[in-house]
């Protein structure tokens, strides 16, 4: 089956500013290249799983184990059978879309090289977000670099340990895994790989065990090259269906409507938990999240979206 179809302005201009702002960085932009191409896996279990929609595609097999660097928790979690050719599946949005199921995902952004800044200053977290997701009673699921975990080590440890969320992977360094994308150095294959062992090894240095074998391209880029590069590894790659448009934003409730106006059941919504790069953020979940209960709709981790 197809992937839903993406806001493309507002992705773009997502990942414009990211680049702008942020070296470069292109977390939460749309993918490109074959990533447009992307097609949903099957999930692993039960082992009658079907073929993902895709040219030349044979049966998947079973999904392989995660790989040993993502640590505690993985098995648990629910992962997606290998797509045409081994490569590393890829999710957007559930499958089983009647029940009024989403899920808010929250990208910590960090890159290698922004020690300096974080040094001077500059926050890349934002705990008050993650406070106010604990209050509110959403299950979450945060996809952290692993220089961010090094650099907040306690916040690493503290939401990878709470059972309202869930630590998933967006990589070490947040470089590019194709290239073009959004000005990021890019990563070759073998790098590529060591980049994300080396980000869930960074997670378990810190103390965060409740991780997922989840993967975010940096900015959702990717193409038939990374997913190859990281087959094998366990992992299942998270794309999102919704834009929540928070990178730089100034007007919460322009973040909050962009949100509500694109949710459906099933929907995988990216967000950002850096309070330099998203401002806004914990404001527009505070709006958002009451809305859409009284819509109907139940908050729920990456982890049970990919097991329906």
């Known amino acids: 089956m197809t992937l839903s179809v993406r806001n493309a302005a507002a992705t773009a201009a997502l990942g414009a500013a990211l680049c702008a702002a942020l070296s470069g960085?292109?977390?939460?932009?749309a993918a490109s290249g074959a990533a447009g191409q992307a097609r949903l896996g099957t999930p692993a279990a039960p082992p009658a799983a079907s073929s993902p929609a895709s040219s030349s595609a044979s049966s998947p097999a079973a999904a392989p184990p995660a790989s040993p660097a993502v640590g505690h928790g993985?098995?648990?979690a629910p992962t997606l059978a290998p797509g045409p050719n081994g490569l590393t599946p890829v999710f957007e949005r559930a499958r089983q879309q009647t029940e009024k199921t989403v899920a808010l995902t929250f990208d910590a952004d960090m890159t290698a090289d922004q020690g300096p800044?974080?040094?001077a200053g500059e926050r890349f977290d934002n705990p008050g977000l993650i406070s106010t997701l604990k209050a509110l009673g959403v299950p979450s699921t945060v996809f952290m670099t692993g220089r961010w975990a090094e650099e907040y080590p306690d916040q690493a440890k503290a939401i990878g340990t709470d059972p309202v969320f869930e630590v998933a992977n967006h990589s070490y360094s947040h470089h590019a895994f194709t290239s073009p994308c959004y000005g990021l150095p890019a990563l070759d294959g073998a790098a590529a790989r060591a980049d994300v062992d080396r980000a869930f090894a960074a997670f378990r240095k810190a103390g965060a065990v409740n991780t997922v074998p989840y993967f975010r391209f940096?900015?959702?880029c990717h193409d038939e090259r990374a997913l190859r590069a990281l087959a094998g590894s366990g992992v299942t790659a998270v794309q999102w269906d919704v834009v929540s448009g928070d990178a730089f934003a100034k007007d919460p409730d322009a973040v909050a409507a962009q949100v509500l106006a694109g949710v459906k059941p099933g929907s995988v919504v990216v967000m950002h938990c850096t309070r330099s790069a998203a401002p806004v953020?914990?404001?527009?979940v505070r709006k958002i999240v009451p809305e859409l209960r009284k819509r109907g709709y139940r908050f729920v981790k990456v982890s049970e979206l990919v097991g329906t």
Do not use: S
Not at 25 to 29: A, K, L, M, R, V
Not at 281 to 284: M, P, V
């Open 74 to 76: 993985p098995g648990k």
């Open 218 to 220: 940096p900015g959702g």
């Open 117 to 119: 800044r974080a040094a």
């Open 25 to 29: 960085c292109g977390g939460g932009g």
């Open 281 to 284: 953020t914990e404001e527009a």
